[in-house]
């Protein structure tokens, strides 16, 4: 019988995904709060180390103003990587079980796609919620308000780069399953490893792509580019604004995620595999 894009595993492999990111982003969320600020705020207000910016707004501003719009966020991420995980995997068991890196990046390329034309409203919503103190109550009324008042292109607005960065998770997933094959192949894939490989992968992808990223993030802010523009042509650097804190945010989230994501995967396959041997 010829593979299927639906399958138990496949849907296994995505909702262990959505599950994986949503703790992972859950318990780093502060400092994904702080990465869109120092993306998107010109203000000369936030100056000095992550751990010190975190400090500051949860002094000024209350310990809550890190959390702000966690609700959504994490409705948004369980969608979203439900979307890429459903859609990578399936793609994958469709191909064969021959591996390689650049069909990994492939795959990671069209789930990316995909997921964005899908999921960009949810993400706009989100960064207005994040940014603005008295915005929306839920994720639904921004969706509905943000539609009547600034139409489609509103509600997609950060598309173009955001469709650019397809490339990020598609460059995390061709690392991380590289590495995965080579540890699996020696034997040494355990917990410890599924963390490693996680955040290298991420901590590549991020780096990399991370200018596009504080593009993306302003547009769905709807905020100007031109100081950012201006900025960046007197100091090049000013591209890579908040990139501390986004490393740190991401970079641990994604490795957590793995971790959660491996785990639930082995667990539910070995217990589905395990009834149907006594059948």
């Known amino acids: 019988m010829a593979p299927s ?4 595993e496949t849907l296994v ?14 318990v780093f969320y502060p400092l ?19 751990f010190e910016l975190l400090v500051k707004l949860a002094t000024e501003e209350g310990l809550d103003s890190l959390y702000r719009g966690l609700s959504p966020v994490l409705q948004s991420i369980s969608v979203s990587n439900f979307v890429y995980f459903y859609t990578f995997h399936g793609l994958r068991r469709l191909a064969s079980k021959d591996t390689s890196a650049l069909k990994d990046l492939t795959f990671g390329i069209i789930a990316g796609s995909i997921n964005v034309l899908l999921t960009s409203p949810l993400w706009v919503v989100n960064t207005r919620m994040k940014l603005e103190k008295a915005s929306y109550n839920s994720l639904v009324e921004g969706l509905f308000d943000l539609f009547q008042k600034e139409g489609a292109k509103g509600l997609w607005s950060g598309t173009l780069p955001s469709l650019l960065l397809v490339s990020n998770p598609a460059i995390q997933f061709m690392v991380y399953e590289s590495l995965k094959r080579q540890l699996v192949a020696r034997g040494s894939f355990d917990t410890f490893s599924a963390f490693l490989v996680g955040a290298v992968a991420k901590a590549v992808a991020t780096t990399l792509t991370y200018p596009l990223q504080l ?16 900025d960046v042509k007197s100091k090049p650097l000013v591209a890579f604004r908040g990139l501390e804190a986004k490393l740190l945010q991401t970079v641990m989230t994604a490795a957590l995620m793995f971790i959660i994501y491996e785990k639930l995967v082995r667990l539910v396959l070995t217990i589905m595999r395990v009834r149907l041997a006594k059948r």
């Open 5 to 8: 894009l639906f399958s138990y």
């Open 13 to 26: 492999h995505a909702v262990a995904g959505a599950t994986g990111s949503v703790v992972g982003m859950a």
């Open 32 to 50: 994904d709060t702080l990465r869109s600020r120092l993306q998107v705020e010109d203000s000369n207000k936030l100056q000095g180390s992550t």
């Open 215 to 230: 593009v993306q993030s302003r547009l769905r802010a709807g905020t100007s580019l031109k100081p950012l523009y201006r």
